[in-house]
């Protein structure tokens, strides 16, 4: 019932910056919890950042706060993600997520617990 569809990945020089933009489409209240994911060749799928759509909390991985910034653009339904003085371990494909159920500390950054997925936008960033 929920549509995402990812855009704004780019090749980047370290230290600078991208907004990656997830369009979200279907019922909203199938996505009440978004998220960012992303997953490194090689290495797990990791959570970066969510967020409760009713107006809860925002979470970010420790690797990403003071960097990176979580948002919604309730009028167009729009999830985005700015991304501040990236670093080249933030080269990844980068994953919107959505699920109907509230997230707690414990499950926003697993994303085994969300149902909807996008298809991806690369980042890379480079030196």
């Known amino acids: 019932q929920v549509q995402l569809v990812e855009s704004g990945g780019d090749s980047v020089q370290a230290g600078g910056s991208l907004r990656l933009s997830c369009a979200a489409s279907?019922?909203?209240?199938?996505?009440?919890?978004m998220g960012w994911f992303r997953q490194a060749p090689g290495k797990e799928r990791e959570g970066v950042a969510g967020?409760?759509?009713?107006?809860?909390?925002?979470r970010y991985a420790d690797s990403v706060k003071g960097r990176f910034t979580i948002s919604l653009d309730n009028v167009k339904n729009t999830l985005y993600l700015q991304m501040n003085s990236l670093r080249l371990e933030d080269s990844a494909m980068y994953y919107c997520?959505?699920?109907?159920?509230?997230?707690?500390?414990?499950?926003?950054?697993?994303?085994?617990?969300?149902?909807?997925w996008g298809q991806g936008t690369q980042v890379t960033v480079s030196s």
């Open positions: 967020i409760d759509t009713f107006g809860g909390s925002i």
């Open positions: 997520a959505a699920d109907w159920r509230r997230k707690n500390e414990r499950t926003w950054y697993d994303g085994a617990s969300y149902y909807y």
């Open positions: 279907g019922d909203t209240y199938s996505s009440r919890s």
